[in-house]
């Protein structure tokens, strides 16, 4: 990893089928009754769709994001930035089914482009985030 790329993940095992997870993962309009780090999620959450976010850490702001990369049920990309590839985040949301049954959910952020080591001195550590939603999803998909 480069010195100026800040990035943040997490992953936790889960007790449910790749498609129970993703089926939280995909629901937007859902994500407050599941997820304790969001306010709302506005936006249809599909390949080439346009996602708006607004996260809990960040109360007041809006964090638009494109979904560049939907694999159902294993993978997906939500990417953000600014032209000309000065500054990009990208989020992956990772499901890897083992043998025992449950699933390896990873989720990794990351920011690349020229303006990154300025842009990522004002971004809060989301580790705290992430775990929390790491969990959140886990309590929700193993839920009967």
């Given at each position: 990893?480069?010195?100026?790329?800040?990035?943040?993940?997490?992953?936790?095992?889960?007790?449910?089928?790749?498609?129970?997870?993703?089926?939280?993962?995909?629901?937007?309009?859902?994500?407050?009754?599941?997820?304790?780090?969001?306010?709302?999620?506005?936006?249809?959450?599909?390949?080439?769709?346009?996602?708006?976010?607004?996260?809990?850490?960040?109360?007041?702001?809006?964090?638009?994001?494109?979904?560049?990369?939907?694999?159902?049920?294993?993978r997906m990309m939500w990417t953000s930035?600014?032209?000309?590839?000065?500054?990009?985040?990208?989020?992956?949301?990772?499901?890897?089914?083992?043998?025992?049954?449950?699933?390896?959910?990873?989720?990794r952020e990351a920011y690349t482009g020229?303006?990154?080591?300025?842009?990522?001195?004002?971004?809060?550590?989301?580790?705290?985030?992430?775990?929390?939603?790491?969990?959140?999803?886990?309590?929700?998909?193993?839920?009967?």
């Amino acid at each position: 990893m480069a010195l100026d790329m800040k990035e943040f993940a997490v992953k936790a095992s889960i007790r449910a089928t790749p498609e129970r997870i993703w089926a939280l993962l995909t629901d937007g309009a859902g994500y407050v009754r599941w997820n304790n780090t969001v306010q709302k999620v506005e936006g249809k959450i599909a390949l080439g769709e346009q996602v708006t976010l607004y996260p809990k850490i960040n109360p007041g702001r809006a964090f638009p994001v494109k979904v560049a990369e939907f694999q159902s049920p294993r993978r997906m990309m939500w990417t953000s930035g600014m032209p000309l590839g000065l500054f990009k985040g990208e989020r992956t949301f990772v499901l890897t089914p083992s043998a025992n049954g449950e699933v390896e959910f990873s989720m990794r952020e990351a920011y690349t482009g020229l303006m990154a080591p300025l842009i990522s001195r004002s971004i809060p550590d989301l580790k705290p985030a992430f775990d929390e939603f790491a969990s959140d999803l886990k309590r929700a998909a193993e839920a009967k």
